[in-house]
């Protein structure tokens, strides 16, 4: 083989062994879960800063699993977001884009749901 090609190689090696060790250093997202017999409750905060801001991205979804027809609408309140007026898609979902959270392991959540002069509060638990 040449020696120019033989370089590749070992480059190439170098930089997916150094990629594989950073890929491990990286901090997996807290996940906090909770559930009641109407609903379902996905709470995700990556460990990586949003930009322009002090805090941290976060994601997540509600679903309805109740047997009453599906509210139109419903207020949430779940770490910085309060009084969020959503609405549900067909499949009684609503997913939870781009927030902002400086939550850590040690920190609790409860998500307050409140529909059609109801209301219920949801502890969520770190998975």
């Known amino acids: ?20 060790i ?7 997202p807290l996940i906090f879960v909770g559930e009641s017999d109407t609903w ?6 990556a460990q990586v800063k ?37 609405t549900l898609d067909e499949n009684g979902m609503f997913h939870l884009l781009n927030g902002c959270s400086n939550a850590t392991e040690g920190s609790e959540f409860k998500a307050a749901i409140k529909w059609e002069n109801q209301t219920e509060t949801i502890p969520l638990i770190l998975n």
């Open 50 to 86: 949003k930009l322009d801001e002090e805090c941290n991205t976060t994601s997540g979804y509600i679903r309805y699993l109740g047997t009453e027809p599906m509210p139109e609408r419903l207020e949430l309140d779940i770490d910085k977001v309060e009084g969020a007026i959503i």
């Open 22 to 28: 950073l890929s491990g250093c990286l901090e997996k």
């Open 1 to 20: 083989m040449e020696r120019g090609v033989i370089m590749k190689y070992k480059v190439l090696i170098i930089l997916f062994t150094v990629s594989i």
């Open 40 to 45: 379902k409750v996905h709470y995700e905060v």
